[in-house]
């Protein structure tokens, strides 16, 4: 198996992959093992796996002048990050797509999947991955124009361990948004408001 370089720029990715490192940890699957993997973070996600009391893992913190083949030879490893906006991504792609290295993308929601890949980066290369959710996001994708030699369904690996919960009282309901008419403004064609009407 090729070593991987996780490429981590937000909270919400680390949570996502983060049962699946603790998992490894846990297996004993580290770079002295079967399997080679380093993380590379922001302070952004520092903090939030600070949070989370995570200290054993292969992570390094970005800087500027970070060199990857100081982690691997390129032509042995590939990337995994999210399909976001986040600066660490851009500059890890592009080094990707110079060295040509394989990138797996991820994709934790059901929507705007072409949108977060077209804006976000380059063009999908040979031998990238898009992982999405579920076979519902699969066909979605599919519709968007993804091709599916790139799609894999790959989980929710954050919700492995959530445990059912006993029957509650449906009357009260948490709605729970972001300001995303404020930073978007009408431009991925709902805002939290426009949610909350649909949900409502």
């Known amino acids: 198996m090729k070593p991987i370089l996780f490429v981590v720029g937000q909270a919400a990715t680390a949570a996502y992959l983060l ?18 993997w380093n993380i590379v973070i922001n302070d952004v996600v520092a903090r939030y796996l600070e949070r989370e009391n995570v200290s054993d893992m292969p992570i390094i913190l970005d800087h500027a002048d970070l060199s990857l083949p100081e982690m691997f030879s390129p032509s042995e490893y590939c990337m995994v990050m999210s399909a976001s906006f986040a600066p ?22 059901w929507y705007g999947y072409h949108r977060r890949l077209v804006e976000s980066s380059e063009e999908l290369s040979s031998g990238d991955k898009v992982l999405v959710i579920d076979e519902f996001a699969f066909q979605e994708a ?29 009357r009260d309901i948490l709605f729970i948004s972001q300001p995303v008419e404020r930073f978007y403004g009408q431009s991925l064609g709902y805002t939290e408001k426009s949610a909350w009407e649909e949900f409502r």
């Open 19 to 36: 049962p699946l490192w603790r998992r490894w940890m846990r297996e004993g699957k580290n770079r002295e093992q079967d399997l080679a």
């Open 142 to 170: 599919l519709a968007e124009g993804i091709a599916q030699e790139y799609l894999e369904i790959a989980g929710q690996p954050a919700w492995e361990s959530i445990v059912e919960k006993p029957p509650q009282n449906m």
């Open 88 to 109: 660490i991504e851009q500059k890890y792609i592009r080094r990707a797509r110079k060295e040509n290295i394989p990138v797996a993308r991820i994709i934790d929601t």
